[in-house]
């Protein structure tokens, strides 16, 4: 019973730990060029160890309809990750939705309007 206890505590301190050294990307910094309908998002996610605590995911929304949804392996560096992707069919007055996901814990949504 003792060892049960034991292991039930140690394992609440390991998640707790994991919980505190997670975090979501801080911002998204979004770019979308109209002439060659292209779409870049700089992901900051400042982390000590980019194998083991990335960006995992980023899914692009247009006009609230996923259209991308991208897994990555491990993150560019220590501070981003970048993404460009082709959107032929956003036009004047859609709205580009980017959704960053942290590969421990959480997740950031940002968006931009398109204008022409």
């Known amino acids: 019973m003792k ?7 140690l394992s609440s301190f390991i998640a707790l730990g994991l919980i505190v050294y997670a975090h979501p990307p801080t911002d998204i910094s979004i770019t979308y060029d109209v002439k060659n309908k292209t779409l870049e998002a700089v992901i900051a996610h ?25 897994r990555i392996s491990r993150q560019d560096n220590n501070t981003k ?10 036009g004047d007055g859609s709205v580009l939705t980017v959704e ?11 968006e931009v309007k398109i204008t022409e």
Not at 47 to 60: E, M
Not at 100 to 110: E, F, N, T
């Open 3 to 9: 060892r049960l206890r034991l292991c039930i505590f």
């Open 46 to 70: 400042p982390v000590s160890n980019p194998q083991a605590h990335f960006i995992n995911k980023v899914n692009i929304l247009l006009n609230g309809q996923v259209i991308i949804e991208h």
């Open 81 to 90: 990750q970048t993404v460009i992707y082709v959107i032929p069919d956003a």
């Open 100 to 110: 960053a996901y942290c590969s421990i814990s959480g997740k950031l949504k940002k």
